[in-house]
Each structure stands twice: as C-alpha cells, then as structure tokens.
Nanobody, 127 residues
Framework: QVQLVESGGGLVQAGGSLRLACAASGRPFNVYTVGWFRQAPGKEREFVLAIRWNNGRTYYADSVKGRFTISRDSAKNTVYLQMNTLKPEDTAAYYC????????????????????WGQGTQVTVSS
C-alpha cells in the first residue's frame, strides 16, 4: 500500500502564491508518474500537472501553463506544486496521485491512469 499526504493548501488572495507538497510513503514501490488534479464543487476532477519520476518530464494543463510548476525531490519521496499568479478559478481541492504501472504519455491526463490518491488539500483564492 502506498500512502500519499498532501500539504500546503490554504487561503490566498488573487495574484498570490502557494506551494503544495505530496509526500509518499509505504512499502517499496515503483513510481512512474506523479500527477496533480483538482476538483471544484460541482465539477469533475481535472488534470493540472504531472511529472515522470525517472526523467522529470512534465505535463501541464493549458490553464496553468506559465503559472504552475511541478518538481520532485527523490531523496524525500516528495513532489511539489508551485502555484503562482493564482486566480479565483484555481479554487479547488487539490489531489496528488501516483501511477505505478507506467502508463503511456497520452494517458497521464486521465484520473483512471493513477493507482493511489491522497486525501486532498483545499486551495481557496479570493478576489
């Protein structure tokens, strides 16, 4: 079993920044991809960014390009989501997830590609 714990959410004004962290623990496992998704009330969970663990390749949703970045710290088994220039429409619960099967690049955008999920952390951006 893999446990994922997100942290770093909170309330911020529009234009501000937050950094979320996703720490992984549990029995030895191979992580191929770590993804961040978000879900606003009444909406479906949507892809935000993802990173390939072995080579650092990143994938971004168009809505966050130029504002959000993803990085990893292998020594800490932690992935970070740096969010800058936040907008009210970024308000959502943010979830990290891991793919332990090694899905193809085209599949990293789909929630069904991920095997383990964190409990989520709330991000609220006020206008």
């Amino acid at each position: 079993q893999v446990q994922l714990v997100e942290s770093g959410g909170g309330l911020v004004q529009a234009g501000g920044s937050l950094r979320l962290a996703c720490a992984a623990s549990g029995r030895p496992f191979n992580v191929y991809t770590v993804g961040w998704f978000r879900q606003a009330p009444g909406k479906e969970r949507e892809f935000v960014l993802a990173i390939r663990w072995n080579n650092g390749r990143t994938y971004y949703a168009d809505s966050v390009k130029g504002r959000f970045t993803i990085s990893r710290d292998s020594a800490k088994n932690t992935v970070y989501l740096q969010m800058n220039t936040l907008k009210p429409e970024d308000t959502a619960a943010y979830y990290c997830a891991v793919d332990v099967k090694g899905v193809v690049s085209g599949a990293v955008y789909s929630t069904s590609s991920y095997d383990y999920w964190g409990q989520g952390t709330q991000v609220t951006v006020s206008s």
